[in-house]
């Protein structure tokens, strides 16, 4: 599904990446851990073609894609949830769902906002709130809803359980494992909550200033204690 092969990503002259590669399967979960400034938003954001200059080659389904726009790649089936979250202020809960529907991939019904509404029950109280109106946390799970209304083939999320009250993290956690088993989607997150990483995804990779260090399963990574150690301090 994916496949990236010797990528590198810029900000200005500042080097972020270094000779990432990695491939993740249709279906397949990734987390990607590691401290903050170590690379792991600029990676999701590198396969999204949003914000750093890359160099090397991102693929999907075979495809060379790193010449595609953001909203290019979201029509083959990619999404991606910034730390940032994006939700338009003065739109309701249900707009800013809705506007997903936009970025459907062709020949593939999205849900409707009803339905995403119904698998976030935390958010359908919410509907019609605006989105100046929600908390930090709200605002993150809205963000997440819109991400699978158009049913991507791919979901990248990136810190989203940062600053989240327990109760927001755990129903999270659980409807993103609900849609990743009834869609087979894919997902890659870049997650510092390593317990919510692991509940969400089969595999890990650490990345420790723009270079993964560590490659392989959970049960792999929990082998070696070791890297928590020298490369995460978590």
């Keep these: 599904m994916l496949e990236l092969l010797n990528v590198n990503a810029f900000y200005g002259q500042s080097h972020v990446l270094h000779d990432v590669s990695l491939r993740l399967e249709d279906g397949a979960g990734v987390a990607i851990v590691g401290l903050n400034g170590m690379g792991k938003s600029t990676l999701l954001k ?3 073609g949003a914000g750093p200059r890359v160099t090397g080659t991102v693929r999907f389904d075979g495809q060379d ?10 029509r083959l089936g990619l999404s991606l949830v910034p730390e940032d979250r994006r939700i338009y202020p003065h739109l309701t809960v249900s707009e800013n769902l809705a506007l997903a529907g936009h970025a459907k991939i062709a020949g593939r019904a999205p849900y409707s906002v009803d339905e995403v509404l119904d698998f976030f029950p935390l958010l359908k109280k919410l509907a019609g709130r605006k989105g100046f109106q ?7 799970l809205a963000a997440v809803a819109r991400s699978v209304l158009a049913k991507p083939r791919l979901l990248l999320l990136d810190e989203p359980t940062e600053g989240l009250a327990p109760l927001i993290v755990d129903n999270m956690g659980e409807e993103i494992r609900m849609l990743r088993k009834r869609e087979g989607m894919a997902l890659l997150i870049a997650e510092q909550n390593v317990d919510f990483a692991r509940d969400c995804t089969e595999h890990v990779l650490v990345l420790n200033v723009g270079r993964i260090t560590f490659s392989g399963c959970w049960a792999e990574f929990d082998a070696d204690p070791g890297i928590r150690e020298r490369q995460m301090s978590l």
């Design 46 to 48: 590198s396969i999204m």
């Design 65 to 74: 894609i790193g010449r595609l726009a953001p909203h290019q790649r979201a």
């Design 134 to 140: 929600l908390s930090g946390g709200e605002q993150q």
